[in-house]
């Protein structure tokens, strides 16, 4: 039982480029997440999707799309990268959006913007 | 508003007991989580308290919830060199998906 994967672990890019981080889950969860985490600030959510079809915004959305490909996985696609977006991006899934929402997390992709 | 905050560091024994604390602002808040961060990894969910509960041990770890000054304290007995990591406290408000996090404690547990 894998959990919550992530690919690819570590990204260099350049200013501009772009970019799609990819997750997947196999505890069949309704609910998936994708957060960023920065020194200092914990994590905050980016998107959101509450169940297959659905996705919603978060946090800190702006520069960032996002697609529920099935209800494995949710991916994060970064159009044109900035060095703001230099952070470790976890994905994350949970059976419930409300209640007692147990959110499982993944390994992380570290990346960074020159 | 919604806030959570927790000291940045924790310095202990190997052995003593560890207790690191957090405060959040939102009273509706239901369920309260403590996660923990080891270095590279992601995050692991260690344990939770419902918002009706005062105190929930598991194992080494005890989580005590005051609700009144909407404080919550994670105990780690016995800590190992293991315990070492970063640990995160959150909250759910009442009827929301979002996970609020605080910014984390780093325990440090020195041989």
């Known amino acids: 039982n894998a959990g919550v994967t992530q690919t690819p672990k570590f990204q260099v890019l350049k200013t501009g480029q772009s970019m799609t981080l990819q997750c997947a889950q196999d505890m069949n969860h309704n609910s998936m997440y994708w957060y960023r985490q920065d020194p200092g600030m914990g994590l905050r959510l980016i998107y959101y999707?509450?169940?297959?079809?659905?996705?919603d915004k978060g946090e800190v959305p702006n520069g960032y799309n996002v697609s529920r490909l099935n209800k494995r996985e949710f991916s994060l696609r970064l159009e044109s990268a900035a060095p703001s977006q230099t952070s470790v991006y976890f994905c994350?899934?949970?059976?419930?959006?409300?209640?007692?929402?147990?959110?499982?997390f993944g390994p992380g992709t570290r990346l960074t913007v020159t | 508003g919604e806030d959570v905050e927790q000291s940045l560091f924790l310095s202990v024994r190997e052995g003593d007991s560890s207790v690191i604390n957090c405060t959040y602002t939102d009273s509706s808040s239901t369920y309260l989580y403590w996660y923990k961060q080891e270095p590279g990894a992601g995050l692991q969910l260690l344990t939770y308290i419902f918002s009706n509960m005062d105190m929930k041990q598991d194992q080494r770890l005890t989580v005590l919830l005051n609700k009144k000054d909407k404080h919550l304290s994670l105990r780690i007995a016995d800590t190992q060199t293991g315990d070492s990591a970063i640990y995160f406290c959150a909250e759910i408000p009442d009827s929301s998906y979002k996970l609020i996090f605080g910014s984390g404690t780093r325990l440090l547990v020195r041989p």
């Open positions: 999707s509450a169940s297959e079809g659905t996705t």
């Open positions: 994350a899934s949970s059976e419930l959006t409300t209640g007692r929402n147990e959110q499982y």
